[in-house]
């Protein structure tokens, strides 16, 4: 046993006094006693400042931060008191100590601090708790320090679905297009899941809301159509570009189930090429590409309408961008062929939402930055079960309290 004065001011706590600090090695733990000072008289009522009569008494053992390999634990008798004006009822603990609580608030801030850089099943090789637990406090602690998401005053909101994990499972995401900043995590993709998040918005930030951006997709389009009539839907063009591609490759494949034998190994690894920009093409890619186009003259007339449709989004006037697209599904009709036909109709039936982009001008890059940064959450921790967790990562990953010193 041994007292050491130089811990002393590390276990400073207002109304409360060090009575001995007791270090076992053999165990590597350390005891800090404490007692309540005795210079105060009465303990006060929170709610009245009365004078409170004690009720009964407890004594506690917390777990707080470690002094190197020493676990630390804080030893104290905790009292209930009763107020005698107001009749309540409150237990005197340390400062920062809730009632029941089994650790400090420090040492819990430190261990979301840890889960900043490490997975949660891994701060038990530094901390002398569990994984689970370990998660529970990170998750506490995320939920006290973090802002709500500033839901007043958005003009356009970014929606789509992030696939995660193995046997199809999905996420529902909602961005402020402007900002990136992520509102709303929901498990599954169907309009359900989207009408939770847009029936909890108020009258008025709904009335800010000026157009939201998804796919195509017929469950985000009625739940959009449903809760925010008078907001324009802008066709995400990344998401147009992406379905024209599928488009060639169907193309590809049945050219590839006609051709000769000797020719089918060449078009089957053409794939790819056909579809990165010109300009990120190797050498050998563009040589391969102009080849097969030259010997196909279906890949060839899809692959000239692809950079056609790219400039549907260069137009910063409606008008301009009609002609634009109505010319471009003239042409693809006229080729003939049937998978650019189907594509043609589809996007004669989208029409006002691909020319909303012409007044809003809103992508998806702020949800493909997001879908970055989830997989690198997701990664770092092996996994996550619970969705509401996740969400918190997310918005800590984008939060200026990154530099927080939490362990303050």
């Given at each position: 046993m041994s007292a050491t004065p130089s811990l002393r001011p590390m276990f400073a706590f207002p109304g409360w006094v060090i009575e001995r600090i007791d270090i076992d090695w053999n165990i590597k733990h350390a005891f800090v006693h404490l007692r309540r000072d005795g210079r105060i008289q009465h303990v006060r009522c929170s709610k009245c400042e009365t004078?409170?009569?004690?009720?009964?008494?407890?004594?506690?053992?917390?777990?707080?931060?470690?002094?190197?390999?020493?676990?630390?634990?804080?030893?104290?008798?905790?009292?209930?008191?009763?107020?005698?004006?107001?009749?309540?009822?409150?237990?005197?603990?340390?400062?920062?100590?809730?009632?029941?609580?089994?650790?400090?608030?420090?040492?819990?801030?430190?261990?979301?601090?840890?889960?900043?850089?490490?997975?949660?099943?891994?701060?038990?090789?530094?901390?002398?708790?569990?994984g689970g637990t370990a998660r529970r406090w990170d998750k506490e602690m995320l939920m006290k320090m973090l802002p709500a998401p500033k839901r007043d005053g958005i003009r356009a909101l970014l929606i789509d679905e992030k696939s995660i994990g193995k046997g199809h499972h999905f996420l529902t995401v909602a961005l402020n297009a402007?900002?990136?900043?992520?509102?709303?995590?929901?498990?599954?993709?169907?309009?359900?899941?989207?009408?939770?998040?847009?029936?909890?918005?108020?009258?008025?930030?709904?009335?800010?809301?000026?157009?939201?951006?998804?796919?195509?997709?017929?469950?985000?389009?009625?739940?959009?159509?449903?809760?925010?009539?008078?907001?324009?839907?802008?066709?995400?063009?990344?998401?147009?570009?992406?379905?024209?591609?599928?488009?060639?490759?169907?193309?590809?494949?049945?050219?590839?189930?006609?051709?000769?034998?000797?020719?089918?190994?060449?078009?089957?690894?053409?794939?790819?090429?056909?579809f990165r920009n010109p300009e990120n093409l190797t050498p050998k890619g563009q040589s391969n590409l102009k080849e097969l186009l030259a010997m196909n003259e279906?890949?060839?007339?899809?692959?000239?309408?692809?950079?056609?449709?790219?400039?549907?989004?260069?137009?910063?006037?409606?008008?301009?961008?009609?002609?634009?697209?109505?010319?471009?599904?003239?042409?693809?009709?006229?080729?003939?062929?049937?998978?650019?036909?189907?594509?043609?109709?589809?996007?004669?039936?989208?029409?006002?939402?691909?020319?909303?982009?012409?007044q809003h001008r809103i992508t998806s890059a702020k949800i493909e930055a997001f879908n970055g940064v989830i997989k690198r959450i997701i990664y770092k921790a092996c996994g996550y079960n619970d969705l509401d967790y996740l969400y918190l990562k997310r918005l800590f990953s984008n939060s200026e309290l990154l530099n927080y010193p939490w362990w303050i």
């Open positions: 004078p409170m009569g004690q009720m009964k008494t407890n004594d506690r053992s917390v777990q707080d931060l470690p002094l190197g390999t020493l676990q630390v634990n804080l030893l104290f008798t905790a009292f209930q008191g009763r107020c005698s004006r107001c009749g309540n009822i409150e237990t005197v603990t340390p400062p920062g100590l809730a009632p029941k609580a089994q650790a400090t608030e420090r040492l819990k801030r430190h261990v979301s601090h840890l889960c900043r850089y490490m997975p949660c099943d891994k701060v038990p090789e530094f901390i002398a708790i569990s402007d900002t990136g900043e992520t509102l709303f995590l929901g498990e599954g993709k169907k309009k359900e899941v989207l009408d939770r998040f847009l029936s909890s918005l108020t009258e008025e930030q709904k009335a800010s809301i000026e157009c939201v951006g998804i796919d195509r997709g017929g469950s985000y389009q009625a739940s959009v159509r449903e809760h925010l009539p008078n907001a324009d839907i802008v066709y995400d063009k990344f998401h147009i570009i992406a379905n024209y591609n599928d488009v060639i490759d169907q193309i590809r494949r049945r050219e590839w189930r006609q051709a000769e034998e000797e020719d089918k190994p060449f078009i089957k690894g053409q794939r790819f090429n056909l279906d890949l060839n007339q899809a692959y000239i309408l692809k950079d056609m449709l790219k400039q549907l989004w260069t137009y910063k006037y409606k008008a301009c961008a009609r002609k634009c697209l109505d010319n471009w599904i003239a042409l693809a009709k006229e080729t003939g062929i049937s998978e650019l036909k189907k594509f043609a109709k589809g996007l004669d039936r989208a029409r006002e939402g691909l020319l909303s982009y012409c």
